[in-house]
């Protein structure tokens, strides 16, 4: 279940074994920072038939802001049947995705999780490439991708960036770019750059940059894209 007992939106898990007469104490699940003023939501859970358990949810720890509308990502929490213990959190989606205004669309928002024989099957809509998709993706039980497949599309807005990792130069191709944006983990804003004619094909000077891993956000006239890369 989800609550603000810490102040922000966070994931907890509690169980009976007596058919609801009493329960264990509950614990959080979510192990991003306490208190973090980052909320979780879209919370789903499955058993496989071996007694397993899944617990998924919608996570902005990597968000840039506290709020419902901000970047996210699904992140997932396992437990063995013979374990007391949940897994480290592991993310689902593989890269973070920019808050859109269609999800706020009655039937637009969800998330779907199933759990069988030691492999997660996860559906779910996000908009990575600036219109909402549907996603199918199968993995292990450590958070290894076997397969992804996008079901359906709401448009396409295709958007390259290359190379990844990247030593100097980072190609940004899409069509209609107005705003480019990098952030460091901390989410601390270490590049941005506004155009005020929409350009297709961008290389950025990044020989200034700090060696490690970054988040990049791509805003065109279709939506707003955002992925990861490394600097190497």
């Known amino acids: 279940y989800l609550s603000a007992e810490l102040g922000d939106l966070d994931v907890y898990f509690m169980e009976s074994f007596d058919k609801g007469f009493s329960w264990t104490s509950s614990f959080r699940l979510n192990d991003d920072p306490l208190s973090n003023n980052r909320m979780q939501d879209l919370l789903w859970a499955d058993f496989d038939q071996d007694g397993d358990l899944i617990v998924s949810w919608r996570d902005r720890r990597n968000g840039s802001d506290s709020i419902y509308q901000t970047d996210s990502e699904i992140w997932a929490a396992y437990r063995n049947k013979d374990s007391v213990n949940f897994s480290a959190n592991f993310q689902i989606t593989n890269q ?12 637009n928002d969800f998330m779907c999780i199933k759990l069988q024989d030691d492999t997660l099957n996860a559906v779910w809509g996000d908009t990575r490439t600036g219109k909402l998709n549907i996603w199918f993706q199968r993995m292990n039980t450590k958070g290894i991708i076997l397969s992804s497949h996008q079901l359906s599309a709401g448009g396409t807005n295709l958007i390259e960036i290359y ?27 270490v590049y941005n750059k ?31 894209f955002s992925g990861k890369f490394i600097k190497a």
Request: hydrophobic share 35%; proline share 3%.
């Open 194 to 224: 506004i155009y005020t004619k929409s350009k297709n094909d961008i290389e950025l000077n990044l020989t200034n940059l700090k060696s490690g891993s970054y988040f990049i956000q791509v805003k065109t006239r279709e939506g707003i």
């Open 163 to 189: 190379p990844n990792p990247v030593n100097s130069k980072l190609k940004v191709k899409a069509e209609s770019i107005l705003e480019i944006t990098i952030y460091n983990l901390k989410q601390k804003i």
């Open 96 to 107: 973070i995705v920019a808050y859109d205004s269609v999800l706020d669309n009655s039937g």
